[in-house]
C-alpha cells in the first residue's frame, strides 16, 4: 500500500492520455499553443472568472501574483504560519516581509482574529491557502480587507474544484493561484499551475511575467524581468483530458473523507475539521489529517503494521529559511507536534477498509493516542 495512490485513477485514462499526447507529438508545438490556450479557456468555463493564465508551477503562480502586484521591501504580506513552503518563498523571492498568522484548528485554515490584528498600514497583500481541500473563509478575509487596498490571494493548490457560497473559490478572492502538481485534485504527469482573476490588469501582467516579461512572441514589449515559467503543451493536453472528469475524481475523494469522518466519530475520536457539502460550500478533500495525542507512538505502530503516513507540515514557516523569528504561534505549534496525514487519493475499497480495520485494533488497544471526541 502507498500513501497517495494514483495508480488506479491514472492507469484507467491510459489509453485516452497515450491518444492526446500522440496528438501533440504529430503538431510538434510545445510550448504557446492552441492546445494550452484550450485549457486556459476550459479553466475559465470551470471557474467562472473573466481571466486565466497557466503556469509552470502552483508556487510561480504565487510568486507571478505579487510580481504583478509590484510589492517592494517595505510591503508586508500576511501568509498562514501552517501551510507549504511556497507560500513563504513567494514573498521572500519578491523582497516583501511575511507576517504569519495562527491556524484556526477547527478549519485548519488560518485564525482570522488573528488576521485582523495583525494588518498593517503596510499590508499590501494577503495569501490564504485553502489547506488540504477545504476552503478557507475567503468572505470574511474579504469582509476585513474591505475599503483597504489591500489583495486577497488564494492559494487553492489544494481545493481545486471546491465551491464557496454557489461560486467556484478560485473566482472568489482579488487573485487565485493553483496546482496541477501530480497528486493534486486536478494533476498533471508533471508541474504546472495556473492563476485566475476577474481583473484584466493582474492577468495581462501574469501573462508576460511568465515569459522573461514578454508579451507572446513580441521582444518589443518586454519592460520588466519575470521568469520562464509556461506550462508544456503535452501536459496541457493531459490536463484537458482529465479536467472531463474531475467532478467524478473529486466526489471519490470526498466520499474517502466522509468514511473516515464517519470511522473516527463513531469511535468518539475527535481532532478533524469536519466535511462539509451543502448546496452552496463544497469542499474538495485533497487528503485525511488529523490531530493525536500522542503521534510518536502512532507512527511506530504504524511502521510495524505497513501503514502508509505523511506528516503535513512539521514545522511552523516561520521557522523555515533559518528566518529566526521569534515568533510562537499557539495553534500552529501544536498542530506541527501533533497533525498525521493518513493513505488517501484512489485507495481501493479493499485496500481502505484495511486500514480502517488496522486503526480499529490500534484504538482498541490505546485510545489515549488520540484525542476523545467532548461530549
Ligand atoms: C498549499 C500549497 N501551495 C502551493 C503549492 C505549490 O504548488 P507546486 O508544487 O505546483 O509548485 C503546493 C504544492 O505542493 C501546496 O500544497
Not at 69 to 90: G, Q
Not at 142 to 147: G, T
Not at 167 to 177: G, P, Q, T
Request: hydrophobic fraction near 35%; glycine fraction near 4%.
Amino acid at each position: 500500500m502507498r500513501f497517495n495512490d494514483l495508480d488506479i485513477y491514472n492507469k484507467s485514462l491510459n489509453n485516452i492520455i497515450l491518444k492526446s499526447i500522440q496528438k501533440e507529438l504529430n503538431k510538434n508545438n510545445f510550448i504557446f499553443s492552441s492546445t494550452v490556450k484550450k485549457l486556459e479557456n476550459n479553466l475559465l468555463k470551470k471557474v467562472g472568472s473573466n481571466y486565466s493564465v497557466t503556469t509552470g508551477s502552483g508556487s510561480d503562480s504565487l510568486t507571478l501574483s505579487l510580481l504583478s502586484l509590484n510589492i517592494s521591501k517595505e510591503d508586508e504580506v500576511i501568509i498562514p504560519s501552517f501551510s507549504w513552503l511556497s507560500v513563504l518563498e513567494s514573498v521572500l523571492i519578491v523582497g516583501a516581509k511575511p507576517i504569519f498568522i495562527d491556524t484556526d484548528l477547527n478549519t485548519f485554515n488560518i485564525d482570522i482574529l488573528d488576521l485582523k490584528k495583525k494588518i498593517t498600514k503596510k499590508t499590501k497583500a494577503v495569501i490564504s491557502t485553502s489547506l488540504f481541500g477545504r476552503t478557507c473563509d475567503l468572505y470574511s478575509i474579504k469582509n476585513i480587507l474591505k475599503k483597504k487596498k489591500i489583495i486577497l490571494i488564494e492559494d487553492g493548490a489544494q481545493n481545486f474544484g471546491s465551491i464557496l457560497k454557489g461560486k467556484n473559490s478560485l473566482n472568489v478572492a482579488d487573485i487565485s493561484c493553483t496546482s496541477f502538481f501530480p497528486s493534486k485534485n486536478l494533476g498533471a504527469y508533471g508541474d504546472g499551475g495556473a492563476v485566475f482573476s476577474n481583473k484584466k490588469k493582474f492577468i495581462k501582467t501574469i501573462y508576460k511575467l511568465r515569459n522573461h516579461g514578454q508579451s507572446k512572441y513580441s521582444i518589443a514589449s518586454t519592460d520588466r524581468p519575470g521568469l520562464n515559467s509556461r506550462i508544456g503543451t503535452i501536459q496541457a493536453s493531459i490536463l484537458l483530458e482529465k479536467l472531463k472528469k474531475i467532478k467524478s475524481k473529486i466526489s471519490k475523494q470526498n466520499i474517502l473523507y466522509k468514511r473516515y469522518q464517519n470511522f473516527f466519530l463513531k469511535e468518539n475520536i475527535a481532532g478533524f475539521p469536519l466535511y462539509r457539502n451543502s448546496s452552496k460550500i463544497k469542499d474538495s478533500y485533497s487528503s485525511f489529517n488529523i490531530m493525536v495525542k500522542k503521534r510518536n507512538k502512532l507512527i511506530s505502530i504504524f511502521n510495524k503494521n505497513k501503514i502508509p503516513f505523511k506528516v503535513y507540515y512539521p514545522r511552523p514557516l516561520y521557522k523555515q529559511y533559518k528566518l529566526k523569528k521569534k515568533i510562537k504561534l499557539k495553534n500552529t505549534e501544536f498542530l506541527c507536534k501533533s497533525i498525521i496525514s493518513l493513505p488517501y487519493n484512489d485507495l481501493s475499497k479493499k485496500r481502505f477498509n484495511l486500514v480502517l480495520k488496522k486503526l480499529k485494533k490500534i484504538i482498541t488497544k490505546d485510545r489515549k493516542i488520540f484525542f476523545e471526541k467532548k461530549t
